[in-house]
């Protein structure tokens, strides 16, 4: 369905007969839609309301511009709107990657209207790329590590080609094969071509980077996605101090390249690795430590590990993924 709302015109997937119950709203990551939880949606227990958004410059949503000076808040303040123009609260918020960030920025905002979190390999409550230690450290003012001068051209280049090859190591579907999973799953064409409706552009992916003084010598701009999560416009320390807090349950893979305290896709790990060269030495962004720190601070949180897996939990182990999310939507 199409929703609109004074921001924009959002499409909303849902399953046909579920339209009572309590309201369970996903929220995909970066480069996908809300496709990618067609299969968890249909799968969730007939007492629920499954519905999925396309974020704005996803899917079929409209392309409104990303101004990542607001870090995620553009993504979640379209939720939000959503939800009210809905009529959703209080609602189940569940999160993948990029995703998880928005839907921790919704609690953070406008915790009275969430009931439960659910967070799949979130990116770190202090962004992706440019801090260092458990307590989310800023490695340069500018956020130099961080932002759109991450991302490979060549990716972007078949991604706005519409590239549903393999030959090439930075096609989607070769990304989607190393880095969105850890072993092979069904239906892989589908979720290649849902990554396919990413918008690509200065205002959306992977958004404008500018030049740093600072090693790696990119910092983020201010438009676009990957900029939106830069810890220079993206940050959570204060999620703790939010009441009412609804429980938390975070599920990750185990074997995950991209969400990692050794992550493949930031810069500084990479340096490391000797794979981005000169290097100063900058250590690697610990994500999930950093993720787990907030969480212990926050109070009422479960995590969940699933072993033989890698960034997409719902895709790769749907079975267990759907069990450990009935059951924590039941006791909240």
Same mark, same amino acid.
């Given at each position: 369905?199409?929703?609109?709302?004074?921001?924009?015109?959002?499409?909303?997937?849902?399953?046909?007969?579920?339209?009572?119950?309590?309201?369970?709203?996903?929220?995909?990551?970066?480069?996908?839609?809300?496709?990618?939880?067609?299969?968890?949606?249909?799968?969730?227990?007939?007492?629920?309301?499954?519905?999925?958004?396309?974020?704005?410059?996803?899917?079929?949503?409209?392309?409104?511009?990303?101004?990542?000076?607001?870090?995620?808040?553009?993504?979640?303040?379209?939720?939000?709107?959503?939800?009210?123009?809905?009529?959703?609260?209080?609602?189940?918020?569940?999160?993948?990657?990029?995703?998880?960030?928005?839907?921790?920025?919704?609690?953070?905002?406008?915790?009275?209207?969430?009931?439960?979190?659910?967070?799949?390999?979130?990116?770190?409550?202090?962004?992706?790329?440019?801090?260092?230690?458990?307590?989310?450290?800023?490695?340069?003012?500018?956020?130099?590590?961080?932002?759109?001068?991450? /991302?490979?051209?060549?990716?972007?280049?078949?991604?706005?080609?519409?590239?549903?090859?393999?030959?090439?190591?930075?096609?989607?579907?070769?990304?989607?094969?190393?880095?969105?999973?850890?072993?092979?799953?069904?239906?892989?064409?589908?979720?290649?071509? /849902?990554?396919?409706?990413?918008?690509?552009?200065?205002?959306?992916?992977?958004?404008?980077?500018?030049?740093?003084?600072?090693?790696?010598?990119?910092?983020?701009?201010?438009?676009?996605?990957?900029?939106?999560?830069?810890?220079?416009?993206?940050?959570?320390?204060?999620?703790?101090?939010?009441?009412?807090?609804?429980?938390?349950?975070?599920?990750?893979?185990?074997?995950?390249?991209?969400?990692?305290?050794?992550?493949?896709?930031?810069?500084?790990?990479?340096?490391?690795?000797?794979?981005?060269?000169?290097?100063?030495?900058?250590?690697?962004?610990?994500?999930?430590?950093?993720?787990?720190?907030?969480?212990?601070?926050?109070?009422?949180?479960?995590?969940?590990?699933?072993?033989?897996?890698?960034?997409?939990?719902?895709?790769?182990?749907?079975?267990?993924?759907?069990?450990?999310?009935?059951?924590?939507?039941?006791?909240?």
């Amino acid at each position: 369905m199409k929703v609109t709302t004074p921001r924009l015109t959002q499409n909303v997937l849902t399953v046909e007969g579920r339209d009572g119950g309590e309201p369970v709203l996903f929220v995909h990551g970066n480069v996908s839609s809300a496709a990618f939880w067609r299969d968890t949606m249909a799968a969730l227990p007939g007492r629920y309301r499954p519905l999925a958004v396309d974020l704005r410059g996803f899917g079929d949503t409209e392309p409104a511009p990303v101004d990542a000076t607001r870090g995620l808040r553009d993504y979640s303040d379209d939720v939000l709107e959503l939800v009210e123009a809905m009529g959703l609260a209080p609602v189940h918020l569940v999160g993948w990657s990029m995703g998880g960030g928005v839907v921790m920025q919704a609690l953070r905002d406008r915790p009275g209207v969430v009931r439960s979190v659910t967070l799949v390999n979130p990116v770190s409550p202090y962004g992706f790329g440019g801090t260092e230690g458990v307590d989310g450290r800023i490695t340069h003012p500018d956020g130099a590590g961080a932002g759109a001068g991450g /991302a490979n051209p060549d990716f972007v280049a078949r991604l706005q080609a519409g590239d549903l090859s393999e030959e090439s190591p930075t096609s989607p579907r070769s990304v989607f094969r190393s880095s969105y999973v850890k072993h092979p799953v069904p239906d892989e064409d589908f979720y290649v071509r /849902a990554m396919l409706t990413t918008r690509v552009g200065e205002a959306h992916y992977p958004g404008d980077a500018v030049p740093s003084d600072a090693w790696p010598n990119v910092a983020p701009g201010k438009t676009g996605v990957l900029n939106t999560m830069s810890p220079t416009y993206f940050r959570l320390d204060d999620l703790p101090e939010i009441d009412p807090k609804p429980p938390v349950l975070w599920i990750r893979g185990a074997d995950d390249v991209i969400v990692s305290d050794t992550s493949l896709f930031d810069l500084a790990h990479l340096g490391a690795l000797g794979v981005v060269p000169g290097s100063p030495g900058t250590p690697a962004q610990p994500m999930v430590t950093q993720t787990r720190a907030v969480l212990e601070r926050y109070g009422p949180y479960r995590e969940a590990v699933i072993a033989e897996c890698g960034h997409s939990p719902h895709l790769e182990h749907p079975d267990e993924f759907g069990r450990l999310l009935a059951a924590h939507l039941g006791e909240a």
